[in-house]
């Protein structure tokens, strides 16, 4: 699967990462990122790990991070369209594609 991330879930992406830097120290907000990147990886090559998720989308957590990434899938596109913090109110990316 080839890996498409939406420009909200990107910004959500760094807006986590730059608050872990700044509330942890720089290496934190690496480690959050490569823990992403870690599970979109996996979920290229296995993408039916994530459960399902209103509408057609999936839920996949990332390790060690209160997050999951949201995503679906089209052909031979992975499509991540959020990147939910668990304590968020649940699905306040509907619509997004």
Do not use: T
Request: with cysteine.
């Amino acid at each position: 699967m080839i890996p498409s991330v939406s420009s909200e879930a990107d910004w959500e992406l760094s807006r986590e990462a730059l608050f872990y830097a700044r509330e942890g120290g720089p290496e934190l907000g690496a480690e959050f990122i490569n823990e992403f990147e870690r599970a979109l990886s996996l979920l290229c090559e296995q993408p039916g790990l994530g459960a399902h998720w209103r509408n057609r989308r999936r839920r996949f957590p990332i390790r060690r991070f209160p997050f999951s990434i949201i995503y679906y899938m089209r052909g031979n596109e992975l499509r991540v369209i959020a990147l939910a913090h668990h304590r968020q109110k649940p699905g306040n990316w509907v619509g997004r594609k």
